[in-house]
């Protein structure tokens, strides 16, 4: 039944090579919706956003849920509408209303039933839209340019494909780093990616929601890929003074170890062009599935800590994520720039913010401890979003242990939707103890005292799976005021 949802969510979240900005549809002008495949697929991804969303929603307040859902149904059916045919809209909209209206009035709801009937509705109405649509597509471009407006939502999270994943090596904020040292691949922030192990338990719960006893396990294995070249133009003092090019390619995997559980693994290779690596090797292995109502991840994964402003690369240990509405998550394990590293985190998502505290605690090298505290949140509009953070560390340096970033997104992009389009712009100003290794593509984490300065880019898919991007990054060392200028070029093709 859920077959199209799956397959739209299979797109977006079958990509296990990273974790990113928040956003809305937005289409180009010149390149409105043209194939039917693809329509489908955002239709059948914007229904799953918004059965996950409803599923997700806190349970102990009747009449709180009520005003949830009345808010997710209108700005669902205002965001879908213009993909579907002038034949079928009035349907859509009318069973909509009638769900609408059945929840607001029943004086007695059961939330968790009505989210259990939702879910069932709204996979048989996706499959009925879509197995009697053959038009989704004209009607996307019928809509085209003025569709752009009503298609853009505040929903606070996509989950979208890794678009920029780390490119340039980035050296790690710690005492002394070895200045030769080339470290191993860093991860770009993508708050809106959804990891492999969440896709599947994802679809599993809606499956199968209402009806345990029919649980059956996902026995396929998955298989995909990217191959991305990169150039980074670099300017300023010494090493901050070094181009870079190369091409990588990731091959990642998973497959059923048994009932909720998954091994996944990833094969890396990295070609230097001009100051780049030279390695094929595997960088990722573990394990992920439900212990109760407690995801638990095993092995060496991607982290990404404080939306990247900490750290975002790879992880060798455990982490456990569990609770509603609030997500908890608990991890212990090293990173190649510290040892027992301890993290603790609470994060809480709504239709159009979020907000997360974090401490994280570990050993830097030579021994000395370093516990990072955060605090952030962000909020999206009709069509853009921004956010703050503020991190402060135990050790200060040159008195100073407190810094922040800012951000504002635009867009929203989608690898498979070519027009689509992300522009972020994020103000930076983080003492040298409040990351570990920076999720930017700038060159803040080699920058000893820490760094200040601002980042501006754009992404845009060129056609199916194809990504191209451009970023500007112009930083300064806190301490002495060196400069480190970026500008970072990237394309990426999946597959």
Do not use: C
Not at 102 to 110: A, E, G, H, Q, Y
Not at 128 to 147: C, Q
Not at 322 to 333: D, Q, R
Not at 391 to 411: A, E, M
């Amino acid at each position: 039944m859920l077959l199209a949802m799956t397959a739209a969510i299979s797109i977006t979240a079958g990509n296990q090579f990273g974790d990113g900005p928040k956003g809305n549809v937005v289409y180009a002008a010149s390149l409105p919706a043209n194939t039917d495949e693809s329509a489908k697929a955002d239709f059948a991804y914007e229904m799953a956003q918004i059965t996950a969303k409803l599923f997700a929603a806190p349970s102990t307040n009747v009449e709180t849920f009520k005003v949830e859902y009345s808010y997710a149904i209108a700005r669902v059916t205002a965001k879908v509408m213009p993909l579907l045919p002038e034949g079928q809209r009035r349907d859509f909209a009318y069973t909509m209303a009638q769900n609408t209206a059945r929840i607001m009035n029943d004086s007695n709801l059961n939330v968790e039933r009505a989210k259990a009937d939702f879910s069932y509705e709204m996979a048989t109405l996706t499959s009925k839209m879509i197995a009697g649509s053959t038009n989704l597509a004209s009607a996307g471009a019928a809509s085209g340019n003025a569709a752009a407006g009503s298609l853009s939502s505040g929903g606070s999270s996509a989950p979208l494909l890794r678009n920029n994943a780390d490119i340039e090596p980035k050296a790690a904020a710690l005492p002394s780093p070895p200045i030769s040292a080339v470290p191993e691949q860093k991860t770009k922030a993508n708050p809106s990616y959804i990891a492999p192990e969440t896709y599947n338990g994802l679809i599993n719960e809606l499956k199968h929601v209402g009806d345990a006893s029919n649980r059956q396990p996902d026995n396929k294995v998955n298989i995909d890929g990217e191959v991305r070249y990169h150039y980074a133009q670099n300017s300023g003092p010494d090493l901050f003074d070094r181009d870079s090019a190369g091409i990588r390619v990731r091959l990642g995997l998973d497959v059923p170890i048994e009932e909720d559980w998954r091994l996944y693994g990833m094969l890396e290779g990295q070609k230097k062009i001009l100051n780049y690596n030279n390695f094929l090797k595997p960088s990722r292995l573990y394990a992920a599935g439900q212990t109760g109502e407690t995801k638990v991840t095993v092995g060496s994964f991607g982290y990404l800590m404080a939306e990247g402003n900490i750290y975002d690369s790879g992880f060798k240990g455990v982490r456990a994520d569990f609770g509603k509405p609030v997500k908890y998550t608990l991890g212990y394990g090293q990173t190649d720039e510290t040892k027992e590293t301890l993290t603790a985190s609470a994060r809480y998502e709504d239709y159009d913010y979020n907000l997360e505290a974090g401490v994280y605690h570990y050993n830097m090298a030579g021994g000395k401890q370093n516990t990072i505290r955060t605090f952030g949140g962000n909020y999206n509009f009709s069509n853009f979003g921004v956010g703050a953070m503020i991190l402060q560390s135990s050790p200060q340096d040159h008195g100073d242990g407190t810094g922040y970033v800012f951000s504002v997104n635009y867009g929203d992009l989608k690898s498979w939707r070519p027009g689509t389009y992300s522009i972020f712009a994020k103000y930076y100003n983080q003492p040298r103890y409040t990351f570990i290794a920076h999720g930017m593509n700038g060159k803040g984490s080699v920058m000893e005292n820490g760094f200040k300065g601002y980042g501006v880019g754009i992404s845009y898919t060129l056609a199916e799976n194809m990504v191209a991007g451009t970023e500007y990054y112009h930083l300064s060392d806190k301490a002495d005021g060196s400069k480190g200028n970026t500008w970072w070029n990237y394309v990426t093709r999946y597959f």
